[in-house]
């Protein structure tokens, strides 16, 4: 017999699982469904965020910044180490223990919400049934009042490049190499591959990233782009913009590699590699999840089509997270999975497109919220800018990382902030200021008239928007106004 529920969610990851633990503490029978195995064939909740995705990744990154930092900037603190080397199943292990300590976590919060956690992989057979089919065949039925679905997303793969997970490596091969590849290839220089290639490069690797877009990071702004541009560069990766990838070919033994065909302005191209990691983007996953009948409608790319509140065209069936349009997110999810929990408790929740944050965690890291100045441009709106680099900051200085700026643009007329991109040390943190500050529609001279903390990074964003006024204190004013 079906065991009822008020809310049955389909997938645990980060859109999910909050979708799931709101329902709950909202008063709501909640069940939420993963498929997802370990390596002993136990589930394991918390989706591509927690098990290989910005989890993984950012423990990564961490572990290789210090490695960097050991190697290359304590002398200048006048601390001697010796010979720095890296072990990087160590490195790779305490990764995996990050991952099952936050994955553990998830299951510990439906128990504590009391969330039924039900293993399987959930198909939904009418707008009010699920089947769940675990991984030895097990079948068992659910129904339910509202059903969320919050299934995610999957690499792309190309035709060029087919992923063995050996040689040729997805963005979660990429999370596991046992050594540092020699030569590393990339293909795709956007946020994973510029956040994999980083953790490589640093460990030693020679990194090449083949970019097809002739434009480096086209939805950042220009001043940023071409500043994380020169940084990453002087770090060691090697951006090839312009790169059409057409073929590759793999040389097996023991000393496996793959040669990479493309075309770039200079004509057809080769270039051979020990790894090559293919990170050319996402795509929502629907597979095995809906039936025919029910007639969830998706659009052109393959995402549920939802409207503004995650509602698809089936009444009481919601969609979540990277399975619906919109920037592929954790946060983004997150915030969509409250919005429908607590609209089915009857709140006016919303989600604000406009003000969602986006960061690559570089080093320095690049962030942002709200409009670009090329997008301004295009828009028409007459502007402000308020620009302040770290190198002018005492407390970036002080920690000798003084690269990078933080940059306001604001509305001329009503000094109303309208968009923030931040290139360097601790940017995702510093950016959520003004994420906060627009949400609340601050105007620069609101931040302006805000007391900071002294010595800190943040101060760099109080002068950024006393530079939009013309009254920087710690750097010259020139014309702002555009
Ligand atoms: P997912 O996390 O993909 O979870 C979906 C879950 O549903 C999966 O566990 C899947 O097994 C399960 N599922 C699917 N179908 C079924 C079914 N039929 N039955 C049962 N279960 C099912 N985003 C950030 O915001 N910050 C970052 O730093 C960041 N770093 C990233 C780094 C990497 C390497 C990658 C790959 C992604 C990164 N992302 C980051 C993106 C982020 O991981 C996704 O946006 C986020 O995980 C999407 O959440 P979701 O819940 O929609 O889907
Ligand atoms: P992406 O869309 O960020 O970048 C893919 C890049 O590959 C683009 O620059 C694209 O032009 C390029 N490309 C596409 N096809 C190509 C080809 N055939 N040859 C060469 N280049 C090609 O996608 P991603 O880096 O794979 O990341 C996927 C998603 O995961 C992103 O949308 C992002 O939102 C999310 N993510 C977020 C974070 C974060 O928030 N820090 C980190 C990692 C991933």
Partial sequence: MATQYDVVVIGSGPAGYVAAIRCAQLGFKTACIEKWLNKDSKTVYGGTCLNVGCIPSKALLDSSHKFVEAQHHFEVHGIKTGKVAIDVPAMVARKDKVVTQLT??????????KVDGIAGTGKLVAKDRVVVTD?????????????????????IEIPPTPIDQQTIVDSTGALDFQEVPKRLGVIGAGVIGLELGSVWARLGAEVTVLEALDDFLPMVDRQIAKEALKILTKQGLNIKLGA???????????????????????????ATFDKLIVAVGRRPFTKDLLADEVGIELDARGFIK??????????????????????MLAHKGMEEGVMVAERLAGKKTQVNYDLVPSVIYTHPEVAWVGKNEEQLKADGVTYNVGVFPFVASGRALAANDADGMVKLLTETKSDRILGCHIIGASA???????????????????????????????EAVHEAALAANGHAVHIGNKKQRH
């Fill in 104 to 113: 553990g976590g998830v299951k510990s919060l439906f128990a504590a919400n």
């Fill in 135 to 155: 991984h030895t065949g097990n079948q068992q039925e659910l129904t339910a009042t509202h059903v969320i679905i919050a299934a995610g997303s999957v690499p």
């Fill in 244 to 270: 059409r990838v057409t073929g590759s070919k793999l040389t097996k033994g023991s000393k496996p590699s793959v040669t990479v065909e493309y075309t770039d302005k200079d004509g057809e191209q080769k």
């Fill in 306 to 327: 939802v409207n503004e509140k995650c509602a698809t065209n089936i009444p009481n069936v919601y969609a979540v997270g990277d399975v619906v349009r919109g920037p």
């Fill in 428 to 458: 995702a943190d510093l950016l959520q200021q003004i994420v906060i500050a627009m949400e609340f529609s601050a105007s620069a001279e609101d931040i302006g008239l805000t007391m900071f903390s002294h010595p800190s990074l943040s």
